[in-house]
């Protein structure tokens, strides 16, 4: 039996670890044995807890702001800043970094390795271990450029990509192992899947036609969005701003289901007095489908998975961007004329509007069903045969 190390390095919520787990359900019945090493066990334990897989967690630092990557102070410009804020600015940091994921290779002995959002495990298993590295536009950059390209112009680069460079370049020579020429081959794969609709691969302008599509079947449209006051709610427990969403909940008269992930007994109280009730635990695929197809609306973080899944069933959502990515994917829904997005200092008072305008303005809704009328009719073929041909043709090497 191969064994398969499904890594997730960096990243928040489920999505990440999700199209991990998507891949490992589709290896498990060909013979390979699933490893996960992820970034927070405890928080991705809703959807990885029940499987029987060997679950550890990922090597990473608390020294470092990893949640500065949430912090308007810190502006996140190109993925450089990213490499930066996780350990990439000083070698006596990135170097444990790497020597701990050398140990995780020397405990799980994989075969192969299939990551996302996962660079200093690109960097550290290079050469020694297949890669497979899979996506959305954000987390899989471009790996050929010269340089990450830049996303905000008005961000400063944290440190200028040719001293990150630099760093690494330190740290693979006293590694034994071969330098990088350009900054962006290290978070390539042997093979690489981005596996998204190209109108939310950030880079598309600048590598054309790179993503693969979806990584599943993209579920198919809803009925139009029933009349009412009605709406699904995929939300974070660590939201700061999740009094002001309940109370413009309330004062839209709003009712429905929310699923807010590692919420506390304070929040899911708070919000079941207004009306909504919280979920226990994520539906499964078909109860999702009759939970949103009931709600006039969908209020999420803006996940780019969500998002691609609610553009596809036709239904408007109602953003409130926690990161940098999320900002990116509200804007895409924005050009779509399919949502609205909270602004980072949002009220009570923006999210009733922003839930007002939503159950009442039926062109909304009508865009919402024409642009997943738009995407239902493309010939897009899931990504997931390739990107099991590519893992065994690696494992068998």
């Keep these: 039996m191969r064994t398969v190390l499904f890594a997730a390095e960096l990243g928040y919520g489920f999505g990440h670890v999700s199209r991990l787990i998507a891949v490992a359900d589709a290896l498990e019945p060909l013979g390979y044995r699933p490893v996960f090493a992820v970034g927070d066990v405890c928080e991705t334990f809703p959807i990885l807890g029940h499987r029987p897989w060997p679950v550890m967690q990922a090597p990473v630092s608390r020294a470092l702001p990893h949640l500065s990557l949430n912090d308007a102070r810190y502006k996140v410009g190109r993925f450089s800043d990213i490499l930066y ?12 970094l790497v020597r701990a994921w050398e140990q995780v290779f020397l405990a799980v002995k994989p075969d192969l390795v299939v990551c996302d959002f996962s660079p200093t495990v690109t960097l550290a298993a ?38 990150i460079l630099e760093v690494v370049r330190r740290v693979q020579k006293a590694r034994g192992r071969p330098e990088p020429e350009h900054l962006p081959s290290i978070v390539a794969g042997d093979r690489e899947f981005v596996c998204i609709l190209p109108e939310f691969d950030p880079y598309v302008r600048v590598v054309p036609a790179r993503t693969v599509g979806p990584l599943r079947p993209l579920p198919e449209i809803l009925p139009p969005p029933p009349p009412g006051r009605e709406v699904f709610l995929y939300l974070s427990g660590s939201f700061e701003k999740l009094t002001e969403i309940g109370q413009g909940l309330a004062d839209a008269e709003a009712t429905g289901q929310a699923y807010i992930r590692n919420a506390s007994r304070r929040v899911i109280d708070a919000f079941e007095r207004i009306g909504i009730r919280v979920l226990s635990e994520v539906l499964p695929r078909d109860e999702f489908r009759a939970a949103v197809g009931r709600a006039r609306c969908v209020v999420h973080h803006g996940g780019v998975g969500t998002s691609q899944d609610m553009l596809a069933l036709g239904r408007p959502q109602i953003l409130a961007p926690t990161s940098f990515e999320q900002q990116l994917t509200a804007d895409v829904l924005f050009r779509f004329r399919v949502g609205g997005r909270l602004r980072q200092g949002l009220t009570a008072d923006a999210v009733a509007g922003a839930l007002r305008s939503s159950f009442d303005d039926s062109e909304l809704a009508a865009r919402a069903q024409r642009a997943a009328e738009v995407v239902a009719s493309r010939e897009t073929k899931p990504a997931m045969p390739a990107i099991v041909a590519a893992c065994n043709e690696l494992a068998s090497r």
């Design 85 to 96: 804020f996780v350990g990439y600015g000083n070698a006596d940091l990135l170097t444990p």
């Design 126 to 163: 290079r050469g020694s271990i297949p890669i497979v590295a899979i996506g959305d536009g954000f987390s899989q950059p471009p790996s050929t450029p010269d340089e990450f390209p830049t996303l905000r112009q008005e961000a400063e680069s944290q440190l200028p990509q040719a001293a």
